[in-house]
């Protein structure tokens, strides 16, 4: 009897191949119902899978059900394989792969059944038809599960790669202050672990962003990538989330690109565009590398740049250092040679900072310093330059500027004193003489500061004399 069910399967089988009525319809208005997700997110290059329509499909299943079947099921388990990987790529569970094949076979055998429902064979056949398609989806289920094992593996390494990454960019990162070479490491990284082609990263500098790097591009090349804030030809397709402080965009154009605002503690320090013209899809893990490695180099960039502000100011007061006020007044006597410029030099003098020392402790000197720089600051130009020269010195650059400014400046800051001194808002009085000297053809910075020194001194003199006269009519 089996030789004989075999026949009539067989017979079967090309009857419902050649007559596959509204079979292959209902079939895949049964999956679009079931597993909507499925349908939704077919990959690319979808007809070249065994599935490309539930009605070819069936006719396969049909036409495999004779014992000399030529359906090139080997072909279509590879690409079954590839095809499984990718819908794992979209998220795509396995399961439902698998509720779409039961579907399938659920589909041939009720029709199947319901053909040979009169015959006395109609078990055997039946049973037949089971067994033989049961091979077949066993294989399809199998490569199904191989695919998505495929893309697992894969996104294992590339996790190990990214980690791997992401520990060589910390360790150079967490070497380096320079702020063109923050940039390279975190570039070339990045390209190298997610395979991109170019790269580019800008750094802030007041309130625009400046290049700092490229890689991988031509001269000129780099406006191509939209820069934050600025209009560029790529679209921005996806917004990265997560924990990253960096906001990352998966962007669309000539290329295809992920772009990251570098951000710390809520500002923008900079920018980075890494890309492939190459027809490139990224997983949302791809953002996230790139939002971990644009937080990295935010990180870095701020303490680069917090180095940089440390090496140039006072730790005290956060006026210019010496040296950072030398060279601001250097370059503005060569800006005054150049364009025929005013500049005044201001030099202040805190008195008696020793006396406040000794009878109230250094913590109150360091208050009056803190004061008169503070007072100082509010009174001067943005254009100004303000130092601490020394223990009790400060100097104010003031370009375009004659003796009558500097002294505008210097009664403003009198008069803002003189009030905290008379409100008791200060835990001593603080007072200070002054010297002013403008430039002059010929002169350079060092000139100008004896000048200024001098006239401070003969100010301190002429204050203290006045001093110990007001103590003398007292007496």
């Known amino acids: 009897m089996t030789e004989r069910a075999s026949d009539l399967l067989g017979a079967l089988s090309d009857r419902l191949t050649a007559d596959m009525g509204d079979t292959g319809a209902s079939t895949a208005d049964v999956v679009r119902e079931a597993v909507p997700e499925l349908v939704m997110a077919q990959p690319e290059g979808f007809t070249e899978m065994p ?31 590839e095809a499984s990987r990718r819908y794992a790529e979209k998220g795509i569970p396995l399961e439902s792969l698998m509720q779409a094949m039961a579907i399938f076979r659920r589909a041939v055998i009720a029709r199947i059944t319901a053909e040979i429902s009169n015959s006395p064979y109609a078990d055997e056949v039946v049973l037949l038809a089971q067994s033989r398609l049961g091979d077949v989806m066993e294989h399809l289920n199998s490569s199904f599960i191989h695919g998505y094992l495929d893309f697992t593996e894969a996104r294992h390494q590339a996790r190990q790669t990214e980690l791997h990454g992401l520990y060589h960019i910390a360790s150079a990162l967490g070497r380096s202050l320079d702020v063109t070479e923050i940039a390279e490491v975190g570039l070339s990284e990045t390209l190298q672990v997610l395979n991109l082609q170019a790269g580019a990263a800008w750094v802030r500098e007041g309130a625009r962003l400046k290049l700092a790097k490229t890689l991988g ?19 921005v397709m ?24 570098l951000r710390t ?16 899809t990224f997983e949302p893990s791809d953002l996230q590398f790139v939002a971990a490695v644009a937080d990295q180099i935010a990180v870095a960039l701020d303490r680069a740049r917090q180095h940089t502000k440390e090496a140039r100011t006072d730790y005290l007061t956060g006026l210019a250092n010496r040296p950072e006020f030398e ?40 208050e009056a310093i803190r004061v008169l720089a503070h007072e100082l600051q509010r009174a001067v130009r943005a254009t100004d ?10 100097g104010v650059a003031m370009p375009d500027a004659d003796e009558n400014h500097a002294a505008e400046v210097a009664a403003r800051v009198r008069h803002s004193l003189e009030y905290l001194n008379r409100s008791s808002k200060l835990p001593v009085r603080v007072e200070f003489s002054i010297g002013i000297t403008a430039w002059k053809p010929t002169m350079d910075w060092q000139a100008m500061y004896q000048l200024a020194d001098k006239e401070l001194y003969a100010d301190k003199r002429s204050r203290h004399s006045a001093r110990r006269k007001v103590g003398d009519g007292r007496g």
């Open 51 to 81: 599935i490309r329509s539930s009605a070819q499909f069936l006719e396969a299943l049909f036409r495999s059900l004779r014992i000399d079947s030529t359906v090139p099921w080997p072909e279509y388990f590879v690409l079954a394989r």
């Open 217 to 235: 591009l031509e001269p000129g090349q780099e406006v191509e990538f939209a820069v934050s804030g600025r209009p560029g030809p790529l679209k």
């Open 238 to 261: 996806e917004i990265g989330t997560g924990p990253a402080e960096s906001r990352v965009d998966r962007v669309a154009g000539e290329w295809s690109a992920i772009r990251a605002e």
């Open 265 to 280: 503690k809520g500002v923008l320090l900079g920018a980075m565009t890494v890309a492939t013209r190459l027809p490139r």
């Open 327 to 366: 060279r601001a007044i250097d370059r503005a006597v060569a800006a005054s040679e150049r364009h025929k410029r005013r500049l005044a030099l201001m030099m202040i003098d805190l008195d008696n900072l020793k006396q406040i020392n000794d009878e109230h402790g250094h913590h109150v000197g360091d």
């Open 385 to 394: 330059t303000c130092g601490r020269l020394g223990g009790d010195e400060f």
